[in-house]
């Protein structure tokens, strides 16, 4: 889909059947999006085409969690990707994956 259809479609403001790509910020109609392999986000055909020329995806990365420190042993963090909180034990260095959503985690 080009961008003369997408303005044809737009003119009257209608986002019915629409959904916003996270990669442009533009709305399109969902029959256009496509999960994207590498990023997994969903993209819309333009963006796609641009990805598979080679031009980079912004990701906005997740600001780095404080450490809570429980003992000599022990401090409570956060997954960074499901935010949930669990203890670390920094002598065994346990848990190596998160207890909830099992994303591998990053040693400290």
Do not use: H
């Not at 990669?23 to 256009?32: E, F």
């Not at 990701?59 to 401090?75: F, G, L, P, S």
């Amino acid at each position: 889909m080009d961008m003369e259809r997408y303005k044809e479609r737009n003119k009257d403001g209608n986002r019915d059947g629409q959904a916003k790509c996270r990669r442009c910020g533009k709305y399109w109609p969902v029959g256009d999006f496509t999960i994207e392999p590498n990023s997994k986000m969903p993209m819309c055909s333009v963006c796609l085409k641009d990805v598979g020329e080679g031009s980079p995806i912004v990701i906005k990365k997740k600001e780095d969690i404080a450490v809570e420190r429980i003992d000599q042993e022990k401090v409570r963090k956060r997954c960074p990707n499901c935010n949930y909180r669990y203890n670390y034990n920094k002598l065994e260095r346990t848990p190596t994956r998160c207890p909830y959503c099992n994303v591998k985690l990053k040693q400290i």
